[in-house]
């Protein structure tokens, strides 16, 4: 004889759920991104999301100049049948340009960078020219009109757009835009995120744990990936199961934040109140998806705030964040690119999984010094096991129709330095 049970975790496929993909989409087109930008001086805006274009108010380089130490000529001198002897009748270093005019069967010394001085068009290297006496060099017929200049203006003209709106300063952007001469740079604000663990089997570190109860992970995992993300965060603590903490709670994030994460809760069940609780203060809508870690999850609005609902297992919850909340928080902070990139590796694990889901088991990736790429599982899958996840580097991503993989297979993953902005 059998039962009638209720949906699980356990189901290897399960109608109601919806895919990863379907998720993430109808998250991003929910969120529109944040309007107000602020002005910061340029070394404070490393990893912030630029607001406006930023148009060059010069030409780089800004001068036509030399890209080799030697002798600057005019190419109407450059000999075409035999050797020939010309005259030096000054030098440019950087920053010390040679104020004269080189005339025919004349030329310059010049340094790297150097500015060409009037006349001259084409730069013979140093190791290319012989000394025939103190201001007399000879060079011969292999050159070219116009070799070893860089042209005014040939990196950059005035008025190009050199860095988009949308895009994460990096280091390489800092300097570009020193090399402008710009300061201050507009950027979007930062988002604040509130976020709250509930379970009353959590204790906060430093509390004794009694028979069942656990520390709270959680809000650990979260603090560090949304402070490398580039959020402000309120940690609002462990919040009690029990209807009045989790609506005073709901509230208070509300009321202070653009965006209300909490872990745990959210699966079936667990006691209603939270649900309870979310359906009346705001437009929520549970899901499952269809993925191990992390199937339950909620999302909508608080108020005027985001709100994501994660499931409370630690594995679950770093998942979730990464696929789901990370890109709407780079969304919701006007950034532009923000898939992550998914590589292929050759998978050196038997891996099991159901099919129906699409699984993100942690691996370690490896490459020889070909680029060949190499990926292991970390020991147990389990959702609750964050030593999976602190021992890996990437999520080996299993698509929903795979049922096994074999050793040798290859295998997308996404390495975790991808979700690391
Ligand atoms: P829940 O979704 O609330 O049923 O939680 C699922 C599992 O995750 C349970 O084993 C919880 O004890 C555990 N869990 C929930 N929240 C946390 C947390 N903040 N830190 C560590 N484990 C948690
Ligand atoms: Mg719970």
Redesign the pocket.
Known sequence: MTIAVDPSCLDSSDPGSISTEDARQRILASITPLESLEYLALRAALCRILGEDIRSPLAVPGHTNSAMDGYAVSSSDLPTTEARELSVVGSSFAGHPFNGTVKTGQCAQIMTGAVMPGGTDTVVMQEDTESVSEHRIRIDERHKAGQNVRQAGEDIRRGDTVVTRGHRLQPSDLGLIASLGISEVPVTRRPRVAFF???D??RSIGDPLAAGD??????YTLYGMLTRLGTDIIDMG?VKDTPEATLKAFRLAADNADVVIT?????V??ADYVKQSLTELGRIDFWKVAMKPGR?LAFGRLGDSWFFGL????V??MATFYLFVQPALRHLMGESTIDPLVLNARCESKLQKKAGRTEYQRGVLSSDRHGNLTVEKTGSQG??ILTSMSRANCFIVLPMEFESVERGMQVPVIPFSEFRV
């Open positions: 663990s509930t379970g089997e959590l656990i520390y709270d992970s959680n809000r462990v872990s745990g809760g959210v699966s069940g667990e339950p499931p409370g297992n630690p679950s919850v959702s609750g």
